[in-house]
């Protein structure tokens, strides 16, 4: 049965921090729910969030995408870690629509917030379908290329480093505490706290220029329930592999739906 999209609402949520985290919700006549993370430095705008947005509209279910504190249009100070806060963040978002009655039926994160969502699912057991794309396991890897090879001295000396662009613009400040942030978020205990009740899809392009598709094989070995998705000509981005991403993406959540009990309700 095809449900139309009744319409797109700005809503803004507060999360434990009292800061408003601004999303858009893709609102069809069903109550059923996915919500969408983005990835480092991105928004809810990004393309690869609006187009699954789209697509889960199209099948009948209503769709939320929202900025992650200090992120896009949301409140709060950019970090270069913040994964415990982002996951946080998730469970604000969560528990507003949950008291809004929505049965929240999967999360899906691109990138960081792949990660995101894992991590949210290793602490609540509350959201049946976790969609993981382009997450990185490895996280003490990827850092030197953002911010150089003697990052840890360099950071041990000023206490922050100044990542800028080719111009020589300042883009963020890495501090010492959101490094040690990143480097002390476990991926390992994380992936094998998820409920073995929780449904897991990774996906992952071979050709993936920023996070190497091992990690995805690492989250595969870790992860209870879980299935594995590697696409052999696609990048971080899926570029001129879009449909097939989404394509995939509805297909686990379709497939897993029917089957899946109802969501409990977070616990504080």
């Known amino acids: 049965m095809w449900l139309s999209v009744l319409c797109e609402q700005r809503v803004i949520i507060s999360n434990e921090h009292g800061e408003k985290l601004v999303g858009l919700l893709h609102q069809t006549s069903s109550k059923k729910l996915v919500i969408l993370c983005h990835g480092f430095r991105a928004t809810k705008d990004d ?4 187009d699954l947005a789209a697509a889960i509209t199209m099948e009948g279910m209503s769709a939320f995408r929202f ?7 949301s409140e709060g100070e950019f970090q270069y870690g913040s994964y415990r806060k982002e996951a946080a963040d998730l469970c604000s978002v ?14 899906i994160g691109h990138s960081k917030g792949g990660n995101a969502v894992l991590l949210y699912a290793s602490k609540y057991n509350d959201i049946p379908i976790i969609v993981n794309i382009s997450g990185r396991f490895a996280l003490e890897r990827g850092i030197d290329g953002r911010l150089g090879k003697n990052f840890m001295q360099r950071i041990k000396k000023d206490g922050y480093i100044d990542v800028k662009n080719k111009k020589g613009e300042l883009e963020y ?28 899809l990774t996906i992952h392009g071979a050709k993936d220029e920023i996070v190497p598709a091992e990690d995805a094989r690492q989250f595969a070995a870790n992860i209870p329930n879980h299935e594995l998705r590697i696409m052999p000509e696609a990048n971080h981005r899926y570029t ?7 394509s995939l993406v509805l297909g686990f959540v379709r497939s897993h739906m029917q089957s899946s009990s109802p969501a409990l309700r977070p616990k504080l």
Not at 47 to 50: A, D, P, R
Not at 67 to 72: E, H, K, L, P, R
């Open 47 to 50: 393309s690869i969030l609006v």
């Open 67 to 73: 900025d992650f504190s200090g992120n896009g249009e």
């Open 94 to 107: 969560v528990l507003y629509f949950s008291k809004q009655k929505y049965d929240i039926i999967a999360l």
């Open 173 to 200: 400040r890495v501090s010492k505490a959101s490094l040690e942030d990143r480097l002390s978020t476990d991926t390992l205990h994380s992936s094998r706290a998820i409920s073995k009740g929780c449904r897991v």
């Open 240 to 246: 001129g592999h879009e449909q097939e991403l989404t």
